[in-house]
């Protein structure tokens, strides 16, 4: 991947944004406002391709609506009627052009767009709070994106680590909450189609069928923090010591569980694939005890995050949460993950790992890789023609 492949369209984003803005006054009650444009958790060094660019925009005056009240009820599917009071505050989020061809094209947004219509009825049931940020429109110009409600509340990402003990303790019970509330989330009636896939899903077992965010935790830079990297896509409020926001469902879908396990909790004891921590593995596909004296042979910095790992482990316990250890067939879905992994090891699909490398260096890592794959398949008694 090139070094400025984040910035390539940077001017772009910046010209469609100044677009959007008055198009979206047009007809309303005022002139386009002045505003400020400030990117959200943007890096333009960072090594790997962002899905979506992020920018909160402020407005010199509330913007109301574009749309008469009497025609809300026709809104496009998935989105929210702009507040009675109007916004000084909204979130432009865009897609990033390289990343299209990997999402598919015309399914991304309309995929986001269903999942926080889930997520926020489900929650919203639960009285958890409006926690995921309301769509006020979509647009499909020079790049795709949305404009959406700003939600309060720092990166948690950033603050967990400093907080008590007590104060973790209260953050992962409410992450349980939201993890469980999602899993039991009923799918809405509109989606399914008669003879559709609704009817094999009745045939699943409940426990084999659930809401699943796909991206609940993220990888960090920290590689031996294996409790939570979850808290990248949260945001929270240290005076209310709430969770205020749930972020990005890009990837949400209906399906096995097991899949929030693998696919997300990176660097975590939650991630069954990539996690480190074979102790935290065991427990999460046996349901054995964790014993204080298991903490042997842990580095230290992974001592620091042993008590919070617990604490996490017995949160999903009270919360009902849907683990591994719960999920028929999980060994076997263990094994087809750690074959897809092999089949595409990042280390050799990511550009930027690859750099700097000899030729001999990378033949050498492909041929690491190869060997790992007819080793899983000598192990599962499967021949190779």
Request: net charge neutral.
């Amino acid at each position: 991947m090139p070094l400025d492949a984040n910035n390539r369209y940077y001017n772009l984003r910046l010209t469609v944004i100044k677009r959007v803005i008055p198009s979206l006054h047009k007809g309303s009650r005022f002139q386009p406002p002045k505003y400020t444009i400030t990117p959200l958790r943007y890096d333009p060094e960072f090594p790997f391709i962002y899905n979506n660019f992020t920018y909160r925009i402020d407005l010199a005056s509330p913007y109301f609506p574009v749309i008469p009240w009497m025609f809300y009820n026709k809104l496009p599917a998935g989105t929210a009627p702009i507040p009675a009071q109007g916004l000084s505050t909204v979130v432009m989020r865009l897609a990033n052009p390289d990343e299209e061809e990997f999402w598919g094209e015309g399914n991304r947004w309309a995929n986001n767009l269903a999942a926080r219509q889930v997520a926020r009825r489900a929650l919203a049931d639960a009285g958890i709070g409006p926690i995921v940020p309301a769509v006020y429109a979509r647009f499909d110009k020079e790049i795709s994106g949305t404009m959406e409600e700003y939600m309060p509340g720092q990166n948690l990402e950033q603050l967990f680590w400093k907080l008590s003990a007590e104060d973790k303790r209260g953050v992962l019970e409410q992450m349980a909450r939201i993890l469980a509330t999602l899993q039991k989330a009923p799918a809405p009636q509109p989606v399914w189609k008669v003879k559709s896939l609704r009817e094999v899903l009745e045939g699943v077992d409940l426990k084999q069928r659930a809401f699943v965010h796909g991206d609940f935790g993220v990888v960090t830079n920290t590689r031996d923090r294996w409790l939570l990297a979850a808290l990248n896509n949260m945001l929270y409020d240290s005076e209310t010591k709430r969770i205020t926001a749930l972020l990005d469902f890009d990837t949400a879908m209906f399906t096995n569980p097991a899949d929030e396990f693998l696919n997300a909790f990176h660097d975590t004891g939650g991630n069954l694939v990539h996690s480190s921590a074979a102790k935290i593995h065991k427990f999460l596909t046996t349901g054995c005890r964790l014993d204080s004296e298991e903490n042997s042979g842990l580095t230290e910095r992974q001592m620091e995050t042993w008590d919070p790992c617990k604490e996490w482990i017995a949160a999903m316990d009270r919360c009902d949460v849907l683990r591994p250890r719960d999920i028929a067939g999980m060994q076997a879905i263990l094994k087809v993950k750690e074959l897809e992994v092999l089949l595409c090891p990042v280390e050799l699909k990511q550009e930027v790992m690859m750099r700097g490398l000899s030729e001999e260096g990378k033949v050498g890592r492909r041929k690491v890789a190869e060997d790992k794959i007819i080793q899983w398949f000598s192990d599962h008694r499967i021949p190779l023609k």
